[in-house]
């Protein structure tokens, strides 16, 4: 299996921070790999597929990139509604691993 | 509108059998892989396997297969996660969730409502 490692796993921050959100593989997985937002009671949402490529709707203050094994979700100007737990997903083979997500607070 | 809909909460006790299922509406059923995920309270997402409806190809993670069933009714556009006996540690949201294309591409666009399972003596 590949293991999706994440850090960190909280972080705390501002409106209006920039903040990134990092995501390794265990082996290289090429562009493989999905974002998720999800929050309190809510089921999981798709913010980024294939490592860089936004889902309709997801703001221009998202970003993502990476290849291979190392992956990064930034989010600039950081919102109310941004504050949530973050995963990421490789979809390079079976099973597809989730990271450990990161929890993005309130400072 | 593309959905997934998920059926109710249930109690159970350990040892019983269960299946939920999944409704897609929408969209063609029968062309896209659809996957389950778990959730323990307070924990992150666990991938359990996915099912293509066309033809009830299967793939489950290993830490799942054995424990439970994946299988679809292409008829009525419905995919199924069962246990024939039940333990505590089923206790869990579970998910369902649409790949748009292949199970590979595209992440899981479309997410069910979830299913919360609570297994009790």
């Known amino acids: 299996d590949i293991q999706m490692t994440q850090s960190p796993s909280s972080l705390s921050a501002s409106v209006g921070d920039r903040v990134t959100i990092t995501c390794r593989a265990s082996?290289?997985?090429?562009?493989?790999l999905n974002w998720y937002q999800q929050k309190p009671g809510k089921a999981p949402k798709l913010l980024i597929y294939a490592a860089s490529s936004f889902q309709s709707g997801v703001p221009s203050r998202f970003s993502a990139s990476g290849f291979g094994t190392d992956f990064t979700l930034t989010i600039n100007s950081l919102q109310p509604e941004d504050f949530a737990t973050y995963y990421c997903?490789?979809?390079?083979?079976?099973?597809?691993?989730f990271g450990g997500g990161t929890k993005v607070e309130i400072k | 509108e593309v959905q997934l809909v998920q059926s109710g909460a249930e109690v159970k006790k350990p040892g019983e059998s269960l299946k939920i299922s999944c409704k897609g509406s929408?969209?063609?059923?029968?062309?896209?892989?659809i996957g389950w995920v778990r959730q323990i309270p307070g924990k992150g997402l666990e991938w359990m396997g996915i099912?293509?409806?066309?033809?009830?190809?299967?793939r489950y993670s290993p830490s799942f297969q054995g424990q439970v069933t994946i299988s679809a009714d292409k008829s009525i556009s419905t995919a199924y996660l069962q246990w024939s006996s039940l333990k505590a540690s089923d206790t869990a949201m579970y998910y369902c969730?649409?790949?748009?294309?292949?199970?590979?591409?595209?992440?899981?666009?479309?997410w069910g409502q979830g299913t919360t399972v609570t297994v009790s003596s």
């Open positions: 929408g969209y063609s059923f029968t062309n896209s892989w």
């Open positions: 099912i293509y409806p066309g033809d009830s190809e299967t």
């Open positions: 969730a649409r790949h748009p294309y292949n199970w590979n591409c595209c992440g899981m666009d479309v």
């Open positions: 082996q290289s997985i090429s562009t493989y």
């Open positions: 997903q490789q979809s390079f083979s079976t099973p597809l691993t």
